[in-house]
């Protein structure tokens, strides 16, 4: 089964999506196999982080903005504003399809596993996941 | 279905081949499902970025360059070339596999998304891809 | 077929677990297809690697501790140790789920490629993947 999602992003930064995701598999109602994700932009990405501590979170996104910084003078592709050279480099650096097996009907990640949305632009945006259950 | 494609590359750098895949879905008759592609190699790599600006290329290749510059006193695999370890280290930060939904005959990928095929090393090669096509 | 294999690691490093993955395609019975592979850490990860010479492997551990040390005072998630921090984006720059096609039986890797289980914190620990191959 296919099912395109379209999520609104409020701000730059990692959006916890595992509810979304797991409702799509409850409702594929595939009990195991797997289920792809792949997210179609190339200025925000996916990721599977740690769901308990924002502290963590907020490290993640600080450490990649600072070694993805805004305004390096290498960058030639500036049309489209500061924050995008950035957001591709980012999302190279991360994931943008992931492949999760399917047991009993819920995504089989581990306890301390949440799969992030990672926004790597400033302004609001609404965001497609093509998401596809199968076996 | 799987199928063993092989590219000859000229240069260094991002080689766009979503036509070539997106030929073998064609093939593959297959009318919805996923796609997945694994390149065999470990100086080379996969990445899904942006097709149209190509100064949006250029500045990933730069970017990557320079974060994995050649020479650096750390290595110690140094035998195949000034070129190689950098090589393995690009391939590390990017993908080896990719797993894209097909929706219609066609690899359900965003406007603006190419497939690439990283090639890490500055020598002519020849470059293996096994595509699977299934459900 | 969908395995749970929980693998000891006795140190933090590149483990090369080929091997076991072939044994979990091997007792499927899949003769071709798909093996998919998720780690339920955030603080390990998965990469495709060079299987060969070992000075490859030290290179990439030793670039990626520098490029992301402890106790960078970035860091404000340093309750689970000096290690913890370092290890999820470490985790995030590398693989969580990886699908390599199945032939013959046998996972469709290249002569030079090796599958790792990349352990990014120092302690002892036992990790879990969970393995589904299908078609």
């Known amino acids: ?39 179609t932009h190339t200025s925000a990405s996916l990721t599977i982080q740690e769901n308990a501590d924002p502290s963590a979170k907020h490290d993640l996104e600080q450490w990649l903005n600072r070694l993805v910084p805004e305004n390096d003078p290498l960058y030639t592709h500036t049309l489209e504003g500061a924050d995008d050279m950035p957001a591709h480099i980012k999302a190279m650096l991360t994931s943008t399809t992931l492949s999760i097996p399917i047991i009993n009907h819920r995504l089989a990640l581990g306890v301390w596993q949440g799969i992030y949305l990672w926004e790597h632009r400033r302004m609001r945006a609404t965001r497609k996941l093509v998401i596809y259950t199968g076996t």
């Open 1 to 39: 089964m296919v099912v395109t999602l379209s999520i609104d992003i409020a701000h730059q930064g990692l959006h916890n999506i595992t509810r979304q995701i797991n409702d799509v598999v409850s409702k594929s109602k595939q009990k195991e196999g797997i289920c792809h994700i792949l997210i």
